[in-house]
């Protein structure tokens, strides 16, 4: 049984979105063992500059690095993006290959350091809109599900 990791910067705030990871991270426990990790980001000022928003990612990509595992997956905007069967095909390819575990990365509302995203093996964009970050956790959650059900024939793709 595979290994999902979700890294994700900061707790939801919201209970709404909290209940719906839940109810996704609780189905996806049938195909696979879910963890769910967040780290505390870095704070900033309300106006920050360049510099601090820098040394803050590279310190966030530091306590990232300690909570993920396996094949990484970084979450942003100038990823891939890939169809429900492309990701399931992706995963499934990954288990096959040997690979346990994967983890995907989220990070906060300045995004991922670059050097995580490049150290990561896939770069995944939900798409190239912006979405509230809470919206995007439980939407990537319902897409790992979604995959793993695909790759067990289970009814819930359709």
């Known amino acids: 049984m595979m290994t999902v990791n979700f890294v994700a910067m900061g707790k939801l705030k919201e209970r709404y979105f909290r209940e719906a990871c839940a109810e996704y991270q609780k189905r996806l426990g049938a195909f696979a063992k879910v963890a769910v990790r967040e780290p505390e980001p870095v704070d900033l000022p309300y106006d920050p500059s360049s510099a601090q928003i820098e040394k ?22 100038e990823g891939k993006t890939m169809s429900s069967e492309e990701l399931a095909a992706k995963l499934e390819g990954l288990g096959n290959g040997g690979t346990s575990t994967v983890s995907f990365i989220v990070g906060s509302s300045f995004g991922l350091d670059e050097s995580l995203k490049r150290e990561c093996g896939l770069r995944l964009s939900m798409s190239p809109m912006t979405f509230p970050h809470g919206l995007a956790r439980v939407m990537l959650f319902e897409q790992v599900y979604r995959a793993f059900s695909i790759m067990n024939n289970s009814k819930y793709h359709k």
Not at 56 to 77: D, H, K, N, P, S
């Open 56 to 77: 803050a990612l590279c310190r966030e990509a530091e306590l990232i690095r300690a909570q993920a595992a396996g094949f990484t997956v970084a979450m942003c905007v």
